[in-house]
C-alpha cells in the first residue's frame, strides 16, 4: 500500500519569501565579499606604497619635495622626522587634526554632491526612457558639458553659487551626473522585450514597466555608475576646495603648498587617495547585497 502524503492547507508558501537557507546562502556571500573588499584595500594600498617609493627613488626626488611614506607616518605620529627631513614646528597631533577635520569635511561635502547627482542623474534617465523627445533635447547639452574640463568648470560655478558648502556640492553633483546618466540609461534600456511584452499584454503603462522591470535590470548599471561616481565626488569636492580656499582637504593642501609643508601635500594626497579606495570597495559590498536581494539575477546563486 502507498501512501500518499498531502500538503498541510493551513501552510502558505509566499513566494520571494526567504528561507533558513537561502539566508545562510546571503550571509555566505556577503562574508566572501567583505573579505574580498577588506583583501582589495590592503593590497592597493601595498602596490600604492611601492610605486610611491619607486617614483621617488626612479626620478630621484628632492627629498624637500618628495615625501616618502616614512615622513608621512612620523608627521602624523611622532616627534622625530626621518634622517635628511627638516623638522617642522607641527606636531603630530596638530597635525592629524587639521588632516582629520579636512576629510570629514571633504566627505561631507562629496556626500552631497554625490547624492545630488546620483538623484539627479536617476530622474533624467527615468525621463529619457518615459519621454523620448526630452531625451532628443537634453542628451547634446549633457554630453557638450560633459566634455568642458571641470578646471575650467569649476571657476563658473563658484562664481554663480558663491563660494561655500553649496559651490562644492555643486561641482562635486557635475562630476557625478554625467557618468552616471550614461550608465543609467543603458542599464534602463537593456530589459529585455519580453518581459516588457508582459507588462504590456496585462495593461501595464510605461510607469509600472519603468519600476517594475526596468529598474531592477538596471540595478547593475547604477552601482556601476556609483562606483565610478564616488572618487569622482571626492575628487570634484577637493578641486572646489582648491580653488575657492574653503576649509577642506583641497583648502589644506593649497594652504600646505603655500608654506612649502610638502610632507603635509603629500599627506592631504595619500588621505585622500586612501579614501576613495575604501569608498569604492564599500560601494561594491553594499552593490553585491542589494544585487543579491533585487537584482535581475536575485536568487540564482
Do not use: C
Not at 156 to 179: C, H, K, N, S
Amino acid at each position: 500500500m502507498t501512501a500518499v502524503i498531502t500538503p498541510d492547507p493551513t501552510t502558505v508558501v509566499t513566494p520571494g519569501t526567504p528561507t533558513e537557507e537561502s539566508s545562510t546562502s546571503f550571509a555566505g556571500l556577503m562574508l566572501r565579499r567583505v573579505g574580498s573588499a577588506v583583501t582589495t584595500v590592503v593590497l592597493s594600498l601595498v602596490v600604492l606604497t611601492i610605486l610611491w617609493i619607486s617614483v621617488l627613488n626612479v626620478f630621484n626626488v628632492s627629498k624637500f619635495v618628495g615625501k616618502s611614506p616614512v615622513d608621512v607616518y612620523n608627521y602624523l605620529f611622532t616627534d622625530h622626522p626621518a634622517p635628511g627631513v627638516r623638522p617642522t614646528t607641527m606636531t603630530p597631533e596638530m597635525a592629524r587634526s587639521q588632516a582629520l577635520t579636512a576629510l570629514w569635511k571633504t566627505l561631507f561635502d562629496a556626500g552631497i554632491g554625490f547624492t545630488v547627482g546620483i538623484i539627479l542623474a536617476l530622474l533624467i534617465a527615468s525621463l529619457f526612457v518615459l519621454y523620448k523627445p526630452f531625451e532628443f533635447a537634453f542628451m547634446p547639452i549633457a554630453m557638450l558639458l560633459r566634455s568642458v574640463p571641470l578646471v575650467a568648470m569649476a571657476p563658473v560655478v563658484l562664481l554663480i553659487v558663491g563660494r561655500g558648502t553649496g559651490a562644492i556640492a555643486t561641482i562635486g553633483a557635475i562630476v557625478v551626473l554625467f557618468p552616471a546618466l550614461v550608465n543609467i540609461v543603458l542599464g534602463l534600456r537593456s530589459t529585455s522585450a519580453e518581459a516588457l511584452d508582459v507588462i504590456r499584454v496585462n495593461g501595464g503603462s510605461e510607469r509600472t514597466a519603468l519600476l517594475k522591470v526596468r529598474v531592477p535590470s538596471a540595478l547593475p548599471n547604477f552601482f556601476a555608475a556609483v562606483r565610478i561616481s564616488v572618487p569622482g565626488a571626492v575628487v570634484g569636492a577637493m578641486l572646489a576646495e582648491w580653488l575657492s580656499g574653503f576649509v577642506g582637504l583641497g583648502g589644506l593642501l593649497s594652504g600646505y603648498k603655500g608654506v612649502a609643508n610638502y610632507t603635509g601635500v603629500w599627506t592631504i594626497v595619500m588621505l585622500s587617495v586612501v579614501a576613495s579606495i575604501v569608498l569604492y570597495s564599500i560601494a561594491t559590498i553594499v552593490e553585491t547585497a542589494v544585487l543579491a536581494k533585487w537584482g535581475p539575477n536575485a536568487g540564482k546563486r
